[in-house]
């Protein structure tokens, strides 16, 4: 047995080493992959003979910055014309991440490139590069014969703010084109326009496909709030509450916690039908959202309720379109989180987080501070979050014990978190 030891603590002195070895060449790798190759690498390789190769480079370059971008705009330009439908479309993609206004000709071309794929792309990348010059060409593709590229045109036509094909989304009854429209909806920066509500509702309770019932009330939480058609929504979410598809009952009552109610007897509906799902329904996990939900239906947010006389919001008198706002300039969002005329007004607090621009933390922070719906609040403070300035602390703080809404509590906290993470590396 003695001699069997200096055999074991060979064999164990081995695997130590060799730990040590494999965890070295890992941390190696990993830090290899953090540095950037060389530009002319992924230049040269977008003339591979293999595919996948130029997908890999054109993939790379869309990354690039500084004067590599430049460079590689001009590499991917000359590369536009690839025999590969596949690789086409991403290097449209990547033109269009790049942000270089030099490709906005040689790009309108593709708009009738016989790929569904490359002329949905080159749609995509024309609207980030805002080439409003290319209206008239891309409004074409609203009659193509392919649904996809229909519904794509219309989607990124709305991120252009056109009222035109906001109308025919509305009206589309087809399947593949209103799904579309609730992609749309419930993405980062959402479509937000009360004439969708109507036809949203009928979608969630009519609709045979579970998937599209969803959709729709992930959409109707993006929302906000529902005007003139609380009273259906609250009683169709609370009849979806009471289904026997769990993912259905499960978002109806997310939806119930999330939008804002103006009338007492919709806030009392919704906060007994979430009080009876938090006790009764069979399933833990909808029984946890519930509860959750029913956090948001504080004392503060109840007062408002009963005080508000007229029942509903005010209209948009800005005469601003309701779509999207992600192409507005930096001052016009800012005004726009104090202007008293904008029914949700916190759609230009979420798209000033997304620009990650420290001019940004005065005008979110006055808005986190003072404004007057909870809503507005919270989209202030997480975009506060999100920039991750250190002059943003005080505001957080203070919001963080002294808000009275719950939901703008727990952002601010989160928020915090975010601005010491950035402050410490």
């Known amino acids: 047995m003695k001699s069997l030891l200096p055999l074991w603590g060979f064999l164990g002195a081995f695997c130590v080493v060799a730990t040590i070895f494999i965890l070295l060449r890992l941390a190696t790798r990993r830090a290899n992959a953090r540095k950037l190759k060389p530009v002319g690498q992924f230049i040269d390789s977008l003339s591979h003979p293999k595919p996948m190769q130029r997908i890999r480079a054109a993939e790379a370059l869309g990354d690039r910055t500084g004067v590599d971008a430049k460079t590689a705009v001009e590499a991917l330009l000359a590369r536009l014309e690839d025999p590969e439908a596949e690789v086409r479309a991403v290097i449209v993609s990547s033109l269009g991440k790049l942000q270089d206004t030099r490709a906005t000709e040689p790009l309108r071309p593709h708009l009738q490139d016989p790929s569904t794929e490359v002329r949905g792309m080159t749609v995509t990348a024309l609207v980030d590069l805002k080439d409003f010059a290319a209206l008239p060409e891309i409004t074409v593709l609203l009659d193509d014969d392919d649904w996809t590229i229909r519904a794509w045109t219309m989607a990124e036509m709305i991120r252009l703010g056109k009222e035109s094909a906001l109308e025919q989304i509305l009206t589309a009854r087809e399947k593949e084109i209103w799904r579309a429209h609730l992609r749309l909806c ?19 309770r009519n609709t045979k496909d579970a998937g599209i019932r969803v959709e729709s009330m992930l959409t109707l939480s993006s929302f906000g709030r529902v005007a003139e058609e609380e009273d259906r929504t609250v009683e169709c979410l609370l009849a979806t509450a009471e289904e026997e598809n769990p993912a259905l009952r499960f978002h109806a009552v997310c939806c119930l916690g999330e939008i804002e109610l103006t009338s007492a007897e919709n806030f009392e509906s919704a906060k007994r039908g979430l009080e009876q799902v938090s006790r009764t329904d069979e399933n833990q996990l909808i ?3 519930a509860k959750n939900a029913l ?3 504080t004392i503060e947010r109840e007062r408002i309720a009963r005080t508000n006389q007229r029942g509903l919001p005010a209209p948009d008198k800005s005469g601003r379109s309701p779509v999207r706002v992600d192409m507005l300039d930096f001052k016009t969002l800012a005004d726009g989180l104090n202007d008293p005329n904008l029914s949700l007004p916190w759609r230009y607090a979420h798209i000033l987080g997304s620009m990650m621009n420290p001019k940004g933390v005065e005008p979110l ?7 007057k719906d909870w809503r ?31 939901s703008v509590r727990e952002a601010a906290v989160k928020a915090l978190e975010l601005v010491n993470q950035t402050a410490r590396s």
């Open 295 to 297: 956090k948001s239906f």
């Open 287 to 289: 029984r946890a959202a």
């Open 365 to 371: 922070s006055t808005a986190a501070k003072t404004g």
């Open 186 to 204: 419930d993405s980062g920066v959402r479509v937000v326009d009360e004439r969708a509500v109507s036809p949203l509702l009928v979608e969630m």
């Open 376 to 406: 507005l609040r919270a989209a202030s403070v997480r975009a506060l979050g999100k920039i991750g300035h250190v002059d943003a602390r005080p505001t957080l703080e203070r919001i963080a014990h002294d808000d009275p809404h719950v």
